[in-house]
């Protein structure tokens, strides 16, 4: 099996290695001491403060998501959703659900999102901005800097998901201003599916989440920043996962973040060039590191899906909605090689 999705991607042998152990209990002080330093790492690796606040939750990204909006926001806010695709979509709804007044930058497909679209709701009030800063679903990466500055402009908290986007692409959270960031790690981290955290920087966390009545019980961010504080988790973690995390973040940051984005965007480059050779289409929006969206004019990107998956137990990622049969999503993060691009372009060929 080849795995050339987004997540989960191709793990690393450390990681399996890692995977092959009895569970150790948890509440106790060395798996307090394996939490604590995950938190500590999270926070060199997302470039923020010491004084952010760390909610490591069980389950996927989508469970850190439901805490942020739940947790942070509620009747009183006003917020902008940027949706340029299914993720984007996701937080709306989480908005309809937690009855969050909100306002959706809907972008079509293959819209790039500009400083135009902000300007046609700067006269509005808003408290927060809820962003995936790669909407995965299309391969898009929005300007950050671009909506930092209109958050800072207008005094918005600015709530980035950045799943898909962390360690491929620059994300500096303090630098930024974001103020909230969401990761999971199933995607570039290359871990089982399963944990998602939520990185909050100390004044986002004392105005919007800390004094908050409780919605739920097992998203709850006040209990587990509480817990976190000695190392622990208000409810069983998936205990396995935290310790491939920690495995995972010391090699990380031994190897160096920018060597990773570096190599990541070299996959990309590379990819991206054999692609337009052999006559396929990359859209034109800016793209993330983490992969490659190829377009498909004839509609038969589903059919290469199936094609690839059933004769050679290669897996790229097929889209959903109005995109399955036009687009393509090829992963570039995990435990990739040069050779894997070479004969996936081949056998692309020998399909097409
Ligand atoms: C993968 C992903 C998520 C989380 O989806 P899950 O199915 O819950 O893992 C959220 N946002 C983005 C941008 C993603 O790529």
Not at 52 to 74: Q, R
Not at 289 to 317: Q, R
Request: overall charge negative.
């Amino acid at each position: 099996m080849r795995l050339f999705t987004v997540g989960p991607v191709e793990m690393f042998e450390r990681t399996l290695e890692v995977r092959n152990k009895q569970i150790p209990y948890f509440r106790c002080q060395e798996f307090s001491d394996v939490m604590l330093e995950i938190e500590e790492r999270l926070k060199i690796l997302l470039k923020t403060d010491i004084d952010s606040k760390c909610a490591i939750i069980t389950g996927s990204g989508s469970a850190a998501m439901e805490a942020v909006v739940s947790n942070s926001l509620d009747e009183s806010d006003h917020v902008l959703v940027i949706d340029g695709g299914s993720f984007g979509a996701r937080f709306v709804q989480l908005c309809e659900i937690y009855k969050i007044p909100h306002d959706v930058v809907k972008l079509k497909y293959g819209e790039i999102l500009s400083e135009e679209h902000l300007k046609a709701y700067e006269a509005n009030e808003y408290t927060a901005m809820l962003v995936n800063v790669h909407e995965t679903s299309t391969g898009q990466l929005y300007d950050l800097k671009m909506l930092s500055e209109f958050c800072e402009k207008k005094k918005m908290k600015l709530i980035v998901d950045a799943i898909s986007s962390f360690l491929s692409d620059e994300y500096k959270m303090d630098e930024m201003k974001i103020d909230c960031t969401i990761i999971s790690s199933h995607k570039a981290l290359a871990l089982a599916p399963g944990l998602s955290m939520v990185m909050m920087n100390a004044s986002f966390y004392e105005e919007k989440v800390k004094n908050k009545p409780v919605k739920n019980l097992y998203l709850n961010l006040n209990e587990h920043v509480k817990n976190m504080e000695r190392g622990q988790t208000p409810n069983t973690p998936a205990v396995g996962i935290c310790y491939e995390m920690l495995d995972m973040l010391r090699h990380i940051q031994e190897k160096g973040i920018q060597n990773i984005i570096r190599e990541t965007s070299a996959r990309a480059t590379k990819f991206r060039s054999k692609i337009k050779e052999i006559g396929l289409e990359i859209p034109n929006y800016p793209l993330s590191n983490t992969l490659t969206p190829v377009y498909f004019k004839d509609g038969n990107a589903f059919e290469i899906y199936e094609y690839l998956k059933n004769n050679y137990d290669i897996y790229v990622t097929p889209s959903g909605g109005a995109l399955k049969d036009k687009l393509l999503r090829v992963g570039h993060i995990g435990h990739m090689k040069d050779e894997y691009y070479d004969d996936l372009i081949m056998k692309m060929r020998e399909v097409l």
